[in-house]
């Protein structure tokens, strides 16, 4: 029964071979082997990391390992930390005086904050949701210092990824205590340029799909526009900015909620907007709750529930693009109810800007 119980322990660390090929090409675009993973997304099927040649800059062309840990860099951890750094370097070019701090599970976020200190970033973001924290993959826009180490290892939280700009040498060796950890470094400050061709790739069976990288134009008050009799108060506003951010890095159907420096619920990869809105709030309730908070809707509402679901839970604005055959039925509800409606379009554009994603 020992045996067994050892041999169950460690199956999921046992590598596959894999034979993939030095270099790929896709169009114009070559691709080296950077990192040989110990399998894909599920165990006994090889995988492997490729760099595209000519990437530079904040990307995971030019991460860092530092320590591998027991288990080594998984083709998820790599999809995370990508969506991660995505995001991480989006809030900063926007909050450009804050620190950010992202956590992400799945290839999606599940604690996001902004602020001065860092540890209480890390602290903020991780509170956002403690349960679906268990296992992130943690990035930051700033050095993990030897006092942040020390909070992020502490007794009672697991996190795979540490993957940052810079460690400091104590950091390091606060770190390198737990085995498991994998801690990657960065290649280049958050601010930097990341140069890569910006193009996005997703296989399918017989063939490639090919599309422009998304990139919001929602980064300050001149791009979007009340459309509710109650206004927004610039506290609202600023949380409505912050929060359609996150949803743009959230599976859709995305709703996030939450305030102008954190999130506070997610919702996402739902087949239907109300799932997802009751999904955030109700994981809000593991953390900071969803009083007083912005929601945000990745795309258009189509019903007037999401509007009447927020008024329940004490939710003052929405930030949501038009496009319903029922938006007017959507914003009188709102009307009734007190909220603050916000679409995502300057008063001189016709079309709203969404912001799905299917990664």
């Not at 506003?237 to 929060?243: G, S």
């Not at 999904?279 to 945000?296: H, T, W």
């Not at 300057?346 to 912001?355: G, L």
Request: hydrophobic share 40%; aromatic share 8%; with cysteine.
């Amino acid at each position: 029964m020992e045996k067994l119980d050892k041999e169950t322990r460690q199956q999921y660390r046992r590598k596959v071979t894999e034979e993939f090929p030095p270099r790929i090409k896709i169009g114009n675009i070559n691709f080296i082997k950077k990192i040989p993973m110990r399998y894909g997304e599920n165990p006994g099927y090889p995988a492997a990391f490729y760099q595209e040649q000519n990437a530079s800059g904040p990307n995971m062309s030019t991460l860092e390992v530092i320590q591998q840990g027991s288990k080594g860099l998984s083709y998820i951890n790599v999809a995370d930390m990508d969506l991660g750094q995505r995001l991480v370097k989006k809030l900063s070019s926007i909050y450009k005086e804050k620190k950010v701090c992202v956590l992400i599970k799945h290839e999606m976020p599940s604690g996001v904050a902004l602020g001065e200190n860092p540890e209480q970033v890390f602290l903020k973001a991780w509170k956002c949701d403690p349960l679906s924290n268990f296992g992130s993959v943690d990035v930051f826009s700033y050095t993990v210092t030897e006092e942040l180490a020390k909070v992020i290892i502490e007794k009672g939280r697991v996190v795979e990824v540490v993957y940052a700009p810079d460690f400091t040498p104590k950091a390091l060796e606060v770190l390198s205590t737990r085995k498991l950890l994998r801690i990657v470094k960065m290649g280049a400050s958050i601010h930097e340029e990341s140069v890569d061709n910006n193009i996005e790739f997703k296989r399918v069976a017989g063939g490639l799909l090919i599309q422009k990288r998304f990139d919001s134009r929602i980064t300050n008050p001149d791009k979007i526009h009340g459309v509710s009799q109650r206004k927004a108060s610039p506290e609202e506003i600023e949380a409505a900015i912050f929060n359609w951010n996150v949803a743009c890095f959230t599976r859709s159907n995305a709703v996030v909620i939450g305030k102008k420096d954190k999130v506070h619920g997610i919702g996402s990869g739902q087949r239907s907007r109300i799932d997802a809105a009751e999904d955030a709030i109700k994981f809000s309730k593991r953390g900071y709750g969803p009083e007083n908070c912005v929601l945000a809707s990745d795309a258009f509402i189509p019903f007037p529930d999401v509007v009447e679901l927020a008024a329940e839970n004490k939710i003052k604005a929405i930030i949501f693009p038009l496009g319903s055959i029922n938006d007017h039925i959507i914003i009188e509800k709102a009307d009734e109810l007190g909220i603050s409606m916000i679409a995502t379009k300057s008063p001189d554009q016709v079309d709203s800007e969404r912001c799905f994603l299917h990664r």
